[in-house]
């Protein structure tokens, strides 16, 4: 039976600002990929969101990003290895004392926004993340795509990497992502339900130009912040179980 992770970015709402729709999509998914405070999140959302994963049985995962609240992360930044190294430390640092208050452990680390898709492209970046995670725990799991820098150090360092596609981006033929969806609503979930199902029982996937190029997934992520973000999550559930695929964390 094949089977897939549904993964999903959680805990950006910071302050009197609300962003995602968290507890909507908490009952759909297996892993959480929490903010640390960097790009979105802050302590008191962090321990709610961590509660709330815990509640509803979902494995939780670091969300670091580069210091950029005010672009949301999607901004890219000057940064040497060291103090990106230092960035991820400190905010999965972070997250997991928040984690051991409630007696779970990280169970993945997956980079978040222009900190992510530098690190596809940027072997050295990617070395340095993979560095940071290894030491904090030679277990954690690295959410990657699969043709990327990240996927290909991952396996020469030895570091536990999930393949992940996209359910509510554009795939290229590079193997890479759209990382603005096009329109501003979904119009066809059964669709993209559709295509999610394609990714996981195939391998394949029909790119933003029109190509149909493979692509392996071991965890899909839906974001929280999507329009229909939980109605999506559902008929992808719903379409996936109707195809007997199992919905499980990547540790499931």
Same mark, same amino acid.
């Given at each position: 039976?094949?089977?897939?992770?549904?993964?999903?970015?959680?805990?950006?709402?910071?302050?009197?600002?609300?962003?995602?729709?968290?507890?909507?999509?908490?009952?759909?998914?297996?892993?959480?990929?929490?903010?640390?405070?960097?790009?979105?999140?802050?302590?008191?959302?962090?321990?709610?969101?961590?509660?709330?994963?815990?509640?509803?049985?979902?494995?939780?995962?670091?969300?670091?990003?580069?210091?950029?609240?005010?672009?949301?992360?999607?901004?890219?930044?000057?940064?040497?290895?060291?103090?990106?190294?230092?960035?991820?430390?400190?905010?999965?640092?972070a997250?997991?004392?928040?984690?051991?208050?409630?007696?779970?452990?990280?169970?993945?680390?997956?980079?978040?926004?222009?900190?992510?898709?530098?690190?596809?492209?940027?072997?050295?970046?990617?070395?340095?993340?993979?560095?940071?995670?290894?030491?904090?725990?030679?277990?954690?799991?690295?959410?990657?795509?699969?043709?990327?820098?990240?996927?290909?150090?991952?396996?020469?360092?030895?570091?536990?990497?999930?393949?992940?596609?996209?359910?509510?981006?554009?795939?290229?033929?590079? !193997?890479?992502?759209?990382m603005?969806?096009?329109?501003?609503?979904?119009?066809?979930?059964?669709?993209?339900?559709?295509?999610?199902?394609?990714?996981?029982?195939? !391998?394949?996937?029909?790119?933003?130009?029109?190509?149909?190029?493979?692509?392996?997934?071991?965890?899909?992520?839906?974001?929280g912040?999507?329009?229909?973000?939980?109605?999506?999550?559902?008929?992808?559930?719903?379409?996936?179980?109707?195809?007997?695929?199992?919905?499980?964390?990547?540790?499931?």
């Amino acid at each position: 039976m094949a089977k897939i992770d549904l993964n999903c970015d959680m805990g950006e709402s910071f302050s009197q600002y609300v962003l995602g729709n968290d507890e909507e999509m908490m009952q759909y998914i297996t892993s959480a990929n929490i903010a640390c405070g960097y790009h979105g999140g802050d302590p008191h959302v962090m321990r709610k969101t961590v509660k709330l994963a815990k509640e509803y049985d979902v494995k939780i995962g670091a969300h670091p990003g580069f210091p950029d609240l005010l672009g949301f992360g999607r901004r890219d930044m000057a940064a040497t290895a060291s103090e990106v190294k230092d960035y991820v430390t400190y905010q999965m640092g972070a997250l997991r004392e928040f984690a051991r208050a409630e007696d779970i452990q990280l169970q993945h680390c997956k980079p978040h926004g222009a900190l992510f898709m530098k690190a596809m492209r940027d072997r050295d970046l990617a070395r340095t993340i993979l560095e940071a995670v290894h030491e904090a725990d030679p277990n954690m799991v690295v959410f990657s795509l699969a043709r990327s820098e990240v996927y290909e150090e991952a396996q020469k360092m030895g570091v536990p990497v999930a393949k992940e596609a996209y359910a509510d981006r554009e795939h290229t033929k590079e !193997g890479s992502i759209v990382m603005t969806r096009k329109g501003s609503a979904i119009e066809d979930y059964d669709k993209m339900a559709e295509r999610v199902v394609r990714i996981v029982t195939e !391998g394949r996937v029909i790119t933003n130009e029109g190509e149909d190029v493979k692509l392996e997934a071991e965890t899909v992520c839906i974001h929280g912040d999507t329009p229909g973000a939980p109605k999506l999550a559902k008929t992808i559930t719903e379409a996936l179980q109707s195809a007997n695929v199992d919905i499980t964390s990547v540790k499931g």
